[in-house]
Each structure stands twice: as C-alpha cells, then as structure tokens.
C-alpha cells in the first residue's frame, strides 16, 4: 500500500493535468487568433521590398563567373607585373607597424572616453530627459555618418600630415558605434543595484560608478577591442589621404606602380590584424575572469579551460584577509593578484608607448583653432560645383545599390558560416572551430585592398566594389549572427530535443525564431557599414558616388566633399530610422 498510494496519486494527478490539458487546448482552438497589426504587415512589407531592391541591384551590376573566369588573364598580367613581394626595410617595416599601430590604440581610447557621457545620455534609463536622449542619438548617427577618410581630409588641413589627423579621424567617426553599444549595454542592466545606491542617497556619479559601471564593464571591453580591430583594418584608407603609417606607405607604394612592394605591405596589413585578434582575444581572458566570455575560436586555443557562460560556477570562499578594514589594507600578494597587478601595468605602458610612438604634436592642439574658419570656409557652404545635381544623385543612386547588392549577398553565407559557428547549432566543436577560424581569416582582410586586387581582375565599376563588400561583410555579418544565436534562450532548444526533435528541427523552431529580431538589426547595420564603405571603395575605382568624392578632394574642391557627406548623412538616417522601426515592431 505505500508503494501504490503515490502511484495512484500520481496516476490522478496525470489524469487531471491530462484533462485540463485537453481543455486548455480545446479553449485555445476556439480562440479567436490575434490579427496581425497594419505595422507589422508593413514592415514586412518593407523587408520583402528592400530584399527585392538588394536582388535587382545584384543583377544591375552583372555580376558574371564566367566573365570573371574569362578576364583572369588580366590576374595574370597583373601578377606578372608585380614579380615577387617586396616590403620595407625590417627597421622602417617595425616603426611602421609600430605607428600604425600606435595611432589606431589612442584612436579607438580616444572614441571610448568620449563614447561614457554620450552612453549615459542616450541610454533611455539614464537619460535626464528625451531632449538629451534624442540629441547624444543624433551625434552618435553623425559620427557614424562622417567617413573617417573625410574628416582625415579635414584634419589634415587643420594639422598638417602625421598621426595626429589619424587620431582624430579615427577617434570620432568610431564615437558612432561605441557610444550606441554602450547605450545598449546600459539598458540592459538589472535596475536592483542602482536603485538601491539611489535609496541610499547615493548621487548620480555614485549610481554610475557602483551601480552600473561593474555590469556594463565587460560588454565596453568587449565592443572597445571589436572596435579597435575594425580601426586597424580601416588605417588602410587613411594612408589614401596622408595619414602617417603602413597605409601611406602602402599608397605610396601603388601610386609609383611598385605593385610588389603595396601586396607585401598588404599582407603585413592582414598578419597583423590576425595578430591584433588573438592580442583582444588574451586581454578579454584576463579581464573579465574564468568564463567563456567570447564565442572566438582563438578563445578555446588560448583558454580552453574556461567554464561556459551559463554554467553554474561554485561560490567562492571568502578569503581570510577580507575578515575586516585593517587585513584588507595589508592584502597579501597572491599570484593572481600579481598577475592582474602586471597585467595593469602592461596596458598602462602599452597606452604610453602609443602616445609616444604617435608622436603627437600637442601644441598643435591650441594653435589649430586660428586655421579654424580658413578651414570651415573651404567645406561651407555645400555645393556641387561643376557637377550636375542629378548626376550627383545618380551617383549615391548606385551607392545605395552597391550596398543593397553587396548585403544581399553576404546574408545567406553569413548565416550558414554564423549558424556553424555557433555552439548551440554546429553538429561539432570541430566544425564550429573551422567556421570561427575562416569567419576571422575574412574579417582580417581589409576590403580596400581586396577592391584593389578585384579592381585589376574585373576591370574598373560597381561589380569590384561589390564582391569585395560582400566577402568582408561575411566575416563580420557572420560573426554578429554566430554571437547572437549562442545568446537565445536554450530553454525552447532544450524542449525540442526532449521531444525528439533533430537538430535542424530545433535550430529552424527554436534558433532561428529567437535570433530574429538580432538577425534583423545586423542586416540593417550591415547595410548601415556597406553604405559607407561603397563610398571609400569608390576611391580606388569600386562605383559610386565615391568617384566623385576622391576627385573633389583631390582638386580641393571641399564644399563638394561636403555636400556628397551631407547625401551619405541623410541616407544613413533613413537606414537608422529603418533599422529602429522594424527592431521595435519585431520585438
């Protein structure tokens, strides 16, 4: 009998969640289904027509493989010319690197001080009003906006030819990405500690500094390093205007058809950024801890003894000299801590080393406000010039489609590599290991240089430009994807599997579904990050409006560099409203 007593319960308690089931389901049949909202029917209407626009550019610009295959004897040609590689002095190569470097470092710390207060204003749990919110937005869509090759152009004016227009360049135009993602991490805190700390009568600096600071630090470092591995790649085109480093070397070497000498600084370009990956990918490890904080494949080589994110790690002891005020002020020094303690100085000294190495020419900083109007009267007002408005507008026309062309191409292999590249959706470690491994092979590949390299197989036009946005975009677009699928909910994924389900099954039920909305707004930032670069790309022959943009610089014709950055501003506001539209309907 008491052996059967819970077996019969349990036997009546089946019965009854079975019943209430049967009736849970019965009631949900007959409920009338939800109509679909006229905004959602019109954001996916939006979508099917953007992906329908991204489809005719691709055919307007004929891409053809054939054709390609067929104008290989131009490759060879071209190869024949450029012989063997050829690269600087070992001396000049390392002070190069060194600078480029060096100047790259103090740009993206310069952007990341500059990105708090704009963060901290945009975030809509931080912000003193909607006024400030709406204004710190608006500078981070305008610093994203500017290309970093014209506010180059700008400084260079201003300050001569060095590091210091790099800095400066590099500094602001990244303010747009850190700032939005700081933002973003600030409203995802948990409210708890800093409505606490604000009971308590804390001001708002303490609010910040105890209660949002400790939550927000991983995810700033995380998005400064990110940031600071797309500035190297993007030094490349600062070299097109005289800025200081491997990409004034490298332009140099192209102008004087010294093809050898540009390739093998090329390929420096790409060990390096190669090079700069696994450098985050350690800095990551020492800072944020014993978790598997980053999904990179270069993690599981350098750390693969790290705990999951979401494995439940055992509280640890408190130790003996945190007892009271006066053990904690005579700490002992463990190995840890002196680990972190040099791991503090290394950085600090690496800072240093990079204003040093950058050779910036501070007085410069006090003398230029003189050049100031001279300079603001060349770019104001905007004008066209001798070109036609129309023609104007056809250009950024086709700058659009380079870039609707080039993001329709990279979605489907970004999704397959992304999809691999996870943990949650790759059928082994192994696979997921390739996948990383090529994703970060296609992110070190700068796409000037891989324009340039088209340029000379397909001849000069929009398909170059194309072809060399949509192989860089896989690497980032998949990597963005592989991140935020690792992110979902495993709970559903789990479910399926208990049912039976394959793991196609789960990841098109339960991955795809959740990722959605991420998958979306990378799409759109990937649209966002094509507009501009199609506009660089047209710098070295790619289409667009960047023609004209290369030959008003040239011919310091500045208020026509103004209007075409005015046309890339408003057009990046229309992706921005987009991107934030269908994010909110989505949701």
């Known amino acids: 009998m008491t052996i059967a007593g819970p077996s019969a319960g349990s036997a009546t308690r089946e019965g009854s969640n079975t019943a209430s089931g049967a009736g849970n389901r019965g009631i949900a049949d007959r409920a009338p289904r939800r109509p679909v909202s006229p905004e959602r029917i019109a954001a996916g209407l939006t979508l099917i027509a953007l992906v329908v626009l991204g489809i005719l550019a691709v055919n307007e610009v004929g ?12 490759a060879e040609n071209f190869m024949a010319r450029v012989g063997s590689l050829s690269f600087p002095e070992f001396g000049d190569l390392v002070w190069l690197i060194a600078l480029t470097v060096g100047l790259v470092l103090v740009g993206t710390l310069l952007a990341a001080v500059l990105s708090v207060p704009i963060a901290y204003l945009a975030a809509s749990n931080t912000t003193p009003g909607t006024g400030w919110r709406a204004a710190a937005r608006f500078v981070g869509v305008l610093t994203r906006a500017l290309p970093d090759v014209v506010l180059a152009m700008a400084f260079v004016l201003m300050f001569s030819l060095g590091t210091l227009p790099g800095i400066l360049a590099i500094g602001i135009h990244s303010i747009g990405m850190i700032s939005k993602m700081f933002a973003d991490a600030i409203e995802q ?38 940031r600071n591995d797309i500035n190297l790649r993007g030094s490349v085109v600062l070299g097109y205007v005289g800025v200081a480093g491997l990409g004034l070397e490298m332009s140099y070497a192209f102008k004087a058809l010294n093809y050898g000498k540009g390739l093998g600084i090329a390929l420096v370009i790409f060990v390096l950024c190669i090079v700069m990956e696994i450098v985050s990918s350690m800095v990551r490890g020492a800072m944020l801890g014993n978790r598997k904080h980053t999904r990179s494949w270069i993690d599981r080589i350098i750390h693969p003894r790290l705990r999951d994110a979401d494995a439940v790690a055992p509280v640890p002891a408190r130790p003996a000299w945190a007892a009271s005020p006066q053990t904690a002020v005579r700490r002992p020094w463990t190995a840890e801590r002196a680990r972190n303690t040099a791991g503090m100085v290394v950085a600090v000294l690496v800072i240093v080393g990079s204003v040093v190495v950058s050779q910036i020419t501070w007085m410069d900083l006090f003398t230029f406000w003189a050049k100031l109007p001279d300079v603001a009267a060349r770019f104001w007002p905007p004008s066209f010039g001798s070109y036609d408005a129309s023609a104007m507008l056809l250009a950024m026309r086709d700058t659009v489609a380079i870039a609707l062309a080039a993001t329709v191409l990279t979605l489907l292999p970004s999704l397959l590599l992304g999809s691999l590249a996870a943990r949650n959706v790759a059928p082994s470690s192994g696979i997921r290991g390739a996948a990383r491994l090529l994703l970060v092979g296609i992110r070190g590949i700068p796409e000037l240089i891989l324009a340039i390299v088209l340029v000379v197989i397909t001849g000069l036009g929009a398909q170059a430009g194309v072809i060399a946005l949509a192989i860089g975009g896989i690497g980032l677009l998949g990597k963005l994807i592989a991140d935020s699928f690792e992110e979902v909910d495993g709970g559903p994924e789990r479910a399926l599997r208990a049912v039976g389900a394959t793991r196609l099954q789960t990841y098109a039920s339960a991955t795809v579904p959740q990722g ?9 930032y990937m649209l966002d990050t094509n507009i501009r670069a199609a506009t660089i790309l047209g710098i070295v022959g790619g289409g667009g409006v960047g023609y004209y943009l290369l030959n008003a610089s040239q011919g310091s014709r500045y208020e026509t560099v103004t209007a075409i950055v005015l046309m890339i501003l408003v057009t990046v506001l229309v992706v921005e409203g987009l991107a934030m539209w269908m994010r909110k309907v989505f949701r």
Do not use: C, K, Y
Not at 63 to 74: D, F, L
Not at 198 to 226: C, Y
Not at 516 to 524: D, K, N, P, R, T
């Open 63 to 74: 891409i053809s493989i054939p054709a390609m295959v067929q104008s290989w004897g131009n």
């Open 189 to 226: 805190i948990d409210e708890g500690p800093r409505l606490a700390i604000r009971a308590a009568g804390g001001s708002r600096m303490q609010e910040f500094v105890a209660g949002i600071l400790p939550q927000v630090l991983p995810s700033w470092v995380a998005t400064v390093l990110h």
């Open 516 to 524: 959605m909305q991420a998958l979306i707004g990378h799409s759109f």
